[in-house]
């Protein structure tokens, strides 16, 4: 629900304007003057010249990839673990903030990362002072857990697998101190799994 409610708001914030929507206000909304100045600013940048928009390879040096050793299949832990891809943008965190993941669906995570740099993972990361993730897909870009393609390496690519990956992702994640700003403690980030610090789960399309 509180998804849904995020939406809502940006929906609110884009087609109503500044003052109808702040009449529909509530505790969901704390971060709305933030929204409001990020939209302002994007359209003051809008009229006064072009934006740098960042291409995929100045993405993938700015968001460097990281590895996380995902189980191959999570009915039976023994079968053993493939390294799983996931981006992370630590720009805006503060001691506190959630973590938003981003499900990269059914492509490369490196296609994902512009919502890392400019869409909803860094709005909402800005937002609300958090930490942006992009997580790939098992079995797309180099989260590939097998050595061939064949039909029966494929046995584990389906929903269950894919939904355990995400849910195992967000209780086990071990994020490297060096990707936040130098003025975060070490201890305020020593651990961000799901049960510590709240996540927000966003994804499209088949995610």
Not at 43 to 61: A, D, F, H, R, Y
Not at 95 to 121: H, K, M, N, W, Y
Not at 146 to 161: E, F, G
């Amino acid at each position: 629900m509180g998804l849904i409610r995020g939406k809502l708001l940006l929906l609110l914030i884009y087609s109503l304007g500044y003052t109808q929507a702040l009449l529909l206000r509530n505790a969901q909304s704390v971060n709305f003057e933030r929204l409001m100045a990020r939209r302002a600013l994007l359209q003051n940048v809008e009229s006064n010249g072009p934006q740098t928009v960042l291409t995929n390879e100045m993405l993938k040096v700015k968001f460097p990839a990281q590895t996380f050793p995902q189980l191959l299949d999570h009915d039976n832990t023994s079968a053993g673990t493939f390294e799983q891809r996931y981006w992370v943008n630590a720009h805006h965190y503060r001691p506190g903030g959630p973590v938003i993941v981003i499900d990269g669906g059914e492509t490369s995570g490196e296609d994902r990362l512009p919502f890392l740099d400019t869409g909803i993972a860094e709005i909402l990361a800005e937002a609300t002072h958090g930490l942006g993730i992009v997580l790939e897909h098992r079995y797309y870009g180099e989260s590939i857990p097998v050595k061939d393609l064949s039909t029966d390496s494929l046995r584990w690519l389906n929903n269950a697998q894919s939904l355990a990956d995400s849910a195992y992702f967000m209780s086990n994640v071990k994020i490297s101190s060096r990707l936040f700003p130098k003025d975060i403690p070490e201890s305020s980030i020593a651990n961000l799994t799901a049960l510590n610090t709240p996540w927000i789960y966003y994804g499209g399309s088949y995610a």
